[in-house]
């Protein structure tokens, strides 16, 4: 029988590591920001991601409230402040999945339903709170009900839709931002 030295700084580094994870785990403290009346002071069902600017506000969607949907931003001070209220026309309704923001501040998304065809659309909402709708979906091989967040690769706008593409379940689709 070997009897093995006891190397003390390994039994102390493996104590302390030890102790350090057996700590109890602080609770978390959350502060609500805004809670959703569903009105058209402030919309419902919000979904998606936030966004972040630099200044601290956070930018996102709901799916109904201010008519069908609404662009929201949140101050650091928990004000709520909506940018767009959605129509259910030309403009979309029922914007899903978030925002994504360009350099310059403009917020692209994408609609559920509403637009030329009801079936959804990309929009761009401009600094100055202007929506342009980008692409209305038909429902054919373009598909219908975008669902996901649209990404950004070189200028171009990139996602999928949910249903109603031909040959498939699903459409990815491309959308040229002029900025």
Do not use: C
């Amino acid at each position: 029988m070997t009897t093995r030295r006891v190397d003390w700084k390994t039994l102390i580094a493996v104590m302390i590591l030890v102790a350090l994870v057996l700590q109890p785990a602080q609770a978390q403290t959350y502060t609500v920001l805004h809670s959703f009346a569903g009105g058209p002071a402030d919309g419902a069902y919000p979904n998606g991601e936030l966004i972040e600017d630099a200044a601290g506000n956070w930018y996102g969607t709901t799916d109904a409230g201010g008519g069908a949907g609404t662009v929201f931003k949140l101050d650091p001070a928990g004000v709520l402040t909506v940018l767009y209220s959605f129509t259910d026309g030309t403009d979309g309704a029922s914007p899903q999945e978030g925002l994504f923001r360009d350099p310059t501040g403009n917020l692209y998304g994408t609609t559920w339903g509403g637009g030329a065809s009801g079936r959804g659309t990309v929009f761009k909402l401009d600094t100055s709170n202007i929506l342009t709708t980008l692409y209305s979906f038909r429902g054919g091989s373009d598909g219908a009900h975008p669902d996901f967040r649209l990404v950004s690769i070189n200028g171009e706008l990139y996602g999928t839709t949910h249903t109603e593409a031909a040959q498939a379940a699903t459409a990815a689709v491309a959308a040229r931002s002029s900025r």
